[in-house]
């Protein structure tokens, strides 16, 4: 399960970096630097709290309706901390909580569909015949 969630945090980060400059974009800005910005922020929240939090919200949850809330919600915790922490203004926080949630139903999409391929799935496989 760990090499899944690993997988699934690098995909999300790489995902990531393309997908929400899309939500944040607007005629002055740069796409890019708006991905880079965002993605140097989240990557490290996606890998030392999403994996472990993912984790614990899988083992939880029975429905994938559930754990995409539980990851949700988390995403917008891990948010809120982040600022606290930094005593950002309104802006800042409003790009945090959008984003925050935004990589959690990422990270929660890209673990779901890796959980449903054939590769992952416990049946047998010829992959290690």
């Known amino acids: 399960m760990l090499n899944r969630k690993l997988e699934a945090a690098v995909l999300t980060v790489i995902l990531g970096f393309f997908v929400m400059p899309l939500v944040f974009t607007t005629w002055q800005s740069?796409?890019?630097?708006i991905g880079l910005v965002i993605s140097m922020y989240a990557?490290?929240?996606v890998f030392l709290g999403g994996i472990p939090i993912s984790s614990f919200i899988q083992k939880r949850a029975s429905r994938p309706?559930?754990?995409a809330v539980g990851h949700g919600v988390a995403g917008l915790i891990m948010s809120a901390v982040f600022g606290v922490?930094?005593?950002?203004?309104?802006?800042?926080?409003?790009l945090a909580l959008?984003?925050?949630v935004s990589y959690s139903l990422l990270f929660f999409g890209?673990?779901?569909?890796?959980t449903n391929?054939?590769?992952y799935k416990k049946s047998d496989s010829a992959v290690y015949k």
Do not use: K
């Open 30 to 33: 740069d796409y890019f630097t």
């Open 43 to 45: 990557a490290p929240f």
């Open 65 to 67: 309706l559930a754990a």
């Open 85 to 94: 922490v930094t005593q950002a203004s309104l802006d800042v926080w409003t």
């Open 98 to 100: 959008v984003s925050g």
């Open 110 to 114: 890209v673990d779901w569909v890796l």
């Open 117 to 119: 391929t054939q590769f």
